[in-house]
T-cell receptor
Framework: KAGVTQTPRYLIKTRGQQVTLSCSPISGHRSVSWYQQTPGQGLQFLFEYFSETQRNKGNFPGRFSGRQFSNSRSEMNVSTLELGDSALYLC????????????FGPGTRLTVL | AQRVTQPEKLLSVFKGAPVELKCNYSYSGSPELFWYVQYSRQRLQLLLRHISRESIKGFTADLNKGETSFHLKKPFAQEEDSAMYYCALAQGGSEKLVFGKGTKLTVNP
């Protein structure tokens, strides 16, 4: 089974721009979660989608948003980028009845200049 | 609020020595606890979870509700155990994981 894939792997943007990151879950997984990883704050939960609905949300500003499509693929968007948004963004997928075992993608490294 | 604390940022042991990575949590309900591991240049992956009560790669972890701890232990460390270890907590039934800051384990030859 192919693992979770994320595109692009690396991204460089400037302040004020917006960015869209994509995540394709493992086939059959319907839950997709997003995390931000930084050296200072570690891994922080952004949001989780299941059956195209946001089921959980972390403590991030409204500039961070996401969506999920009918094939379970997910995108997250960050608008009006700030320097502090530079981070590794990880996507994870899980089966609905998976007991919370999450399978992580390789991440997208976002650098904001 | 849910919180996970891993007090050691770095931990260094010699091969064959016992190792214990500490994890304490704060949560008012019934938590589900996990250990995730990230080897060099690999993805974050699940190592074990408390509900399974199993040993993976020689590692075990016991949930101690009285001390709100979920320490990871291995009696004899191997060099291939060198990695970043994250303790994580989830509310029952939720996919949202709250991670600790992680402990970098180095096993020296």
């Amino acid at each position: 089974k192919a693992g979770v894939t994320q595109t692009p792997r690396y991204l460089i943007k400037t302040r004020g721009q917006q960015v869209t990151l994509s995540c394709s879950p493992i086939s059959g997984h319907r839950s997709v979660s997003w995390y931000q990883q930084t050296p200072g704050q570690g891994l922080q939960f952004l949001f989780e989608y299941f059956s195209e609905t946001q089921r959980n949300k972390g403590n991030f500003p409204g500039r961070f948003s996401g969506r999920q499509f009918s094939n379970s693929r997910s995108e997250m968007n960050v608008s009006t980028l700030e320097l502090g948004d530079s981070a590794l963004y990880l996507c994870a997928s899980s089966r609905p009845e998976g007991g919370n075992e999450q399978f992580f993608g390789p991440g997208t490294r976002l650098t904001v200049l | 609020a849910q919180r996970v604390t891993q007090p050691e940022k770095l931990l260094s042991v010699f091969k064959g020595a016992p190792v214990e990575l500490k994890c304490n949590y704060s949560y008012s309900g019934s938590p589900e606890l996990f250990w995730y591991v990230q080897y060099s240049r690999q993805r974050l992956q699940l190592l074990l979870r408390h509900i399974s009560r199993e040993s993976i790669k020689g590692f075990t972890a016991d949930l101690n509700k009285g001390e709100t701890s979920f320490h990871l232990k291995k009696p004899f460390a191997q060099e291939e155990d060198s990695a970043m270890y994250y303790c994580a907590l989830a509310q029952g039934g939720s996919e949202k994981l709250v991670f600790g800051k992680g402990t970098k384990l180095t096993v020296n030859p």
